[in-house]
Nanobody, 127 residues
Framework: QVRLVESGGGLVQAAGSLRLSCAASGRLFIYYTYTVAWFRQAPGKEREFVAR????????YYADSVKDRFTISRDNTKNTVYLQMNNLKPDDTAIYYC??????????????????WGQGTQVTVSS
């Protein structure tokens, strides 16, 4: 099994930045075949796709709402996926989850297609 643990959330003012981390442990030979995505869920709203990255970090995709503000990256030497969030807005307030699926270059943005989830980290952006 692969365990995913998020960190880096917190409270930030609008226009500020945060970097989230998603650290993997366990059967890392499985993790190295993962596509990893970030999703977020605000109170009363459905879970929303944010960004994804393929197994080797060469292919990324973003939701329109975060494009040009967020950057997803991956360091397989550290078994970690990052989400750099710049120019944060109050609408970015949510619990952020990383999720993985054992498919090397997966193109889904649907949360139900990812079967391994972290516990989430809270991001709060004040106006």
């Amino acid at each position: 099994q692969v365990r995913l643990v998020e960190s880096g959330g917190g409270l930030v003012q609008a226009a500020g930045s945060l970097r989230l981390s998603c650290a993997a442990s366990g059967r890392l030979f499985i993790y190295y075949t993962y596509t990893v995505a970030w999703f977020r869920q605000a109170p009363g709203k459905e879970r929303e796709f944010v960004a994804r990255i393929n197994h080797e970090g060469s292919n990324t995709y973003y939701a329109d709402s975060v494009k040009d503000r967020f950057t997803i990256s991956r360091d397989n030497t550290k078994n970690t996926v990052y989400l750099q969030m710049n120019n944060l807005k109050p609408d970015d307030t949510a619990i952020y989850y990383c999720a993985g699926v054992q498919r090397a270059d997966y193109d889904s943005t649907y949360h139900a297609n990812y079967d391994n989830w972290g516990q989430g980290t809270q991001v709060t952006v004040s106006s």
